[in-house]
């Protein structure tokens, strides 16, 4: 059949917020013109992100059940612990309330003021807490992953010729882990192959510098090897997994995406001193090795929600909803990121307002027109969550590029969901020149999209 059908059914229904166009002008107004800052009641379709938002299957809402909460050595542990190990190989296995406490404690534990960081992009709460301890975050792309139009396959690459200049750079003994994130989330969800982590995981080991996989997406990933990659495609996507976490030191995780879970994350690697200083500090800010930061039905729920996210079929039907929607923009003249990344569209704000400068914040007005508009709420990946300001009072560095994200919450939403959304989209294509510039007018020192207030000038 050439229909991809949704590999489940639905038990359990929640109802969606229809709201008026007064009424979200109303709300958008006082949450100071930023999405993150309305009230979730006030969204009809949620493609703010794809963290958390899944929905859980009947197994897992069986596994919470079983959750038992004794606060060391639970047998909810056992079951996260054996899953994780299963599926990475990785010997110490901390979990963590979310990714980013794993890249708090990692960066904490391993990083000095000056050292640097090496990824194929970082992902903002990973270059923020390598920032926050005064490391550097450096993001290594091959040109073809810096070109949005460009068809290629596994555009989530890390440039290896650009990774050897900067070891040679900086100095091996100033670069204590390179990463490599799967899917490529902040350059458009764009997949990694084995044969570049095989090839990085190479040139590191001659320099002694760990790799450790940012591995949120890890199962989409392993979907795209199989499908795309030369020698995959009678692989299971657990063994492709598996290899993959084989051929690193460690990872970073957040549960929240490809555990199919809505909290939780872990941190694991092999070597015994890091183990021991993530251990202590995970103690002091998260809880006790065998849960912290979760409830015993949450680690439950994330080692059944992990193995669920390395099925075939789901996969198969998630990575169809992606393209669905992406031929459908393509065909109406929207300018999306190509080829389609596993977890979100990424539309080319830049391109979609040529009457706006980065300066403007063509992404906060693209999002607001897709508020505005439908009800959608969509984030802003470009120059108000990458940008920085430039030496001086010289204003601001641009991002290299102004995206404008659309996430799939895992299990979520169906087909005449995803119809709205390119209709409202089309809408907006048709009255492009109305976007308007936004200035802000009040934001924090770090991770400023989310509480940024803004205005508009016309
Ligand atoms: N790394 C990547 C690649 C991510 O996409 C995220 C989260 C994290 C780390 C941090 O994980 O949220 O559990 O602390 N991304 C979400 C998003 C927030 O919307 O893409 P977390």
């Not at 979907?223 to 795309?228: A, C, G, K, P, S």
């Not at 070597?271 to 930061?293: K, V």
């Given at each position: 059949m050439r229909t991809i059908i949704e590999p489940f059914r639905i038990k359990m229904t929640e109802p969606l917020p229809i709201t008026t166009r007064r009424e979200r002008e109303a709300a958008l107004t006082s949450a100071h013109d930023n999405v993150f800052l309305l009230d979730a009641e006030q969204v009809t379709i949620d493609l703010l992100t794809d963290s958390g938002t899944g929905a859980m299957s009947d197994r897992q809402w069986a596994a919470l059940m079983l959750g038992d909460e004794s606060y060391a050595g639970s047998p909810s542990w056992r079951h996260?612990?054996?899953?994780?190990?299963?599926?990475?190989?990785?010997?110490?296995?901390?979990?963590?309330?979310?990714?980013?406490?794993?890249?708090?404690?990692?960066?904490?534990?391993?990083?000095k003021a000056g050292n640097v960081v090496p990824n194929n992009s970082h992902f903002d709460t990973t270059r923020a807490n390598i920032?926050?301890?005064?490391?550097?975050?450096?993001?290594?792309?091959?040109?073809?992953?810096?070109?949005?139009?460009?068809?290629?396959?596994?555009?989530?690459?890390?440039d290896l010729a650009r990774l050897e200049q900067l070891i040679e750079a900086e100095g091996e003994e100033n670069i204590p882990f390179c990463m490599i994130t799967v899917t490529n989330n902040a350059g458009g969800g764009q997949p990694v192959s084995m044969k570049n982590i095989e090839s990085a995981k190479e040139l590191l080991r001659k320099h002694r510098i760990p790799l450790?996989?940012?591995?949120?997406r890890f199962a989409e990933n392993a979907?795209?090897?199989?499908?795309?990659e030369k020698g995959f495609a009678d692989r299971s996507l657990l063994e492709i997994a598996?290899?993959?976490?084989?051929?690193?030191?460690?990872?970073?995780?957040?549960a929240k995406k490809d555990g199919m879970a809505n909290i939780?994350?872990?941190?694991?690697?092999?070597?015994?001193?890091?183990?021991?200083?993530?251990?202590?500090?995970?103690?002091?800010?998260?809880?006790?090795?065998?849960?912290?930061?979760?409830?015993?039905?949450d680690l439950e729920a994330i080692a059944v929600g992990l193995m669920e996210a390395l099925d075939y079929e789901y996969q198969r039907y998630r990575h169809a909803t992606v393209e669905y929607m992406a031929a459908r923009l393509v065909s109406r003249d929207i300018p999306v990121v190509r080829p389609p990344g596993g977890h979100a569209i990424f539309i080319d704000a830049a391109a979609f307002c040529p009457h706006?400068?980065?300066?403007?914040?063509?992404g906060i007005g693209l999002v607001n027109a897709l508020y505005l508009e439908g009800g959608i709420r969509a984030v802003e990946l470009g120059s108000v969550m990458f940008g920085k300001p430039a030496a001086g009072d010289r204003?601001?560095?641009a991002a290299p590029h102004e995206l404008v994200r659309l996430s799939f919450p895992r299990r979520v939403y169906t087909q005449s969901h995803f119809d709205y959304v390119i209709e409202v989209l089309d809408l907006l294509r048709q009255q492009r020149d109305s976007i308007k510039p936004y200035r802000i007018i009040k934001q924090a020192p770090f991770l400023r999209h989310f509480t940024a207030h803004f205005s508009c000038d016309a």
């Open positions: 996260f612990e054996k899953t994780v190990r299963e599926i990475t190989g990785f010997k110490h296995i901390f979990p963590t309330h979310q990714g980013r406490a794993a890249e708090r404690i990692l960066a904490a534990t391993r990083l920032e926050y301890v005064g490391a550097r975050a450096v993001d290594l792309l091959t040109p073809e992953g810096l070109d949005l139009y460009s068809e290629k396959q596994f555009k989530g690459n890390i450790i996989i940012d591995a949120c979907y795209f090897v199989r499908e795309d598996q290899e993959m976490f084989s051929l690193a030191d460690g990872a970073t995780m957040s939780g994350g872990f941190f694991a690697c092999n070597d015994d001193n890091w183990a021991e200083d993530f251990r202590n500090l995970l103690i002091l800010t998260e809880g006790f090795p065998t849960y912290g930061g979760l409830a015993g039905r706006l400068a980065p300066c403007d914040y063509p204003g601001e560095i």
